[in-house]
């Protein structure tokens, strides 16, 4: 059985035989990371997991198809994928609501060395903004928080993954944190 890495170099190479290998190796998973955006999107009436993660797979096979050369910047792909499906229709959504209040999400902060876990609450549409600026500005920072945050993986994953002790993955989640924070700040100052 090849791994993880030797099914997307295969895909990366236009391999249709090695996508749907990958795509039925990994659906279990993919459907956990599906169910957690839906958690934080506090439930989207007319989405479940398995429409989502079909909807995201139909957005990657009419675009460019999955990307990513590691497991790590596959699943950091997945996980910004389904969080772009999830904004697309809540999106909709919002659109079909005349004077509807602003989409919220959850998005947990980094796990601090003691174990806390802060939540704090913002609007969908300045998270997307947000990470889109941060991709520009630290694209590194922009993957590690896709891996965390939206495809869910652990810190000692993530470590595992980019060979790292998982006490620098926990320092670069604090600075990508305070990051994407001060972009989600308004421009104006005067803006509450």
Same mark, same amino acid.
């Given at each position: 059985?090849? @791994?993880?890495?030797?099914?997307? *170099?295969? +895909?990366?190479?236009?391999?249709? =035989?090695? %996508?749907?290998? &990958?795509?039925?190796? &990994?659906?279990?998973?993919?459907?956990?990371?599906?169910?957690?955006?839906? +958690?934080?999107?506090?439930?989207?009436?007319? =989405?479940?997991?398995?429409?989502?993660?079909?909807?995201?797979?139909?957005?990657?096979?009419?675009?460019?198809?999955?990307?990513?050369?590691?497991?790590?910047?596959?699943?950091?792909? #997945?996980?910004? +994928?389904?969080?772009?499906?999830? #904004?697309?229709?809540?999106?909709?959504?919002? %659109?079909?609501?005349?004077?509807?209040?602003?989409?919220?999400? $959850?998005? @947990?902060?980094?796990?601090?060395?003691?174990? +806390? @876990?802060?939540?704090?609450?913002?609007?969908?549409?300045? =998270?997307?903004?947000?990470?889109?600026?941060?991709?520009?500005?630290?694209?590194?920072?922009?993957?590690?928080?896709?891996?965390?945050?939206?495809?869910?993986? @652990? #810190?000692?994953? #993530?470590?595992? &993954?980019?060979?790292?002790?998982?006490? $620098? *993955?926990?320092?670069?989640?604090?600075?990508?944190?305070?990051? =994407?924070?001060?972009?989600? &700040?308004?421009?104006?100052?005067?803006?509450?």
């Amino acid at each position: 059985m090849q @791994s993880i890495t030797e099914l997307l *170099v295969r +895909v990366s190479s236009g391999d249709n =035989l090695a %996508a749907n290998e &990958l795509f039925g190796r &990994l659906y279990p998973e993919i459907k956990r990371i599906a169910r957690a955006r839906l +958690v934080e999107a506090g439930g989207v009436t007319g =989405l479940d997991a398995t429409a989502l993660v079909h909807e995201g797979f139909l957005r990657m096979a009419d675009s460019e198809g999955l990307r990513g050369s590691t497991r790590g910047q596959f699943f950091a792909y #997945i996980g910004r +994928v389904l969080r772009t499906t999830v #904004i697309d229709h809540l999106r909709a959504k919002q %659109a079909q609501k005349r004077g509807g209040d602003a989409m919220l999400v $959850t998005l @947990s902060q980094a796990d601090g060395e003691d174990g +806390v @876990s802060v939540q704090a609450r913002v609007d969908l549409a300045d =998270l997307d903004r947000a990470l889109a600026q941060m991709h520009e500005i630290d694209p590194g920072l922009n993957e590690l928080l896709e891996m965390n945050v939206f495809a869910g993986m @652990s #810190i000692d994953e #993530i470590a595992c &993954l980019r060979e790292v002790s998982a006490r $620098t *993955v926990n320092r670069d989640l604090v600075k990508a944190r305070a990051l =994407l924070a001060e972009l989600m &700040l308004p421009d104006d100052p005067t803006v509450a």
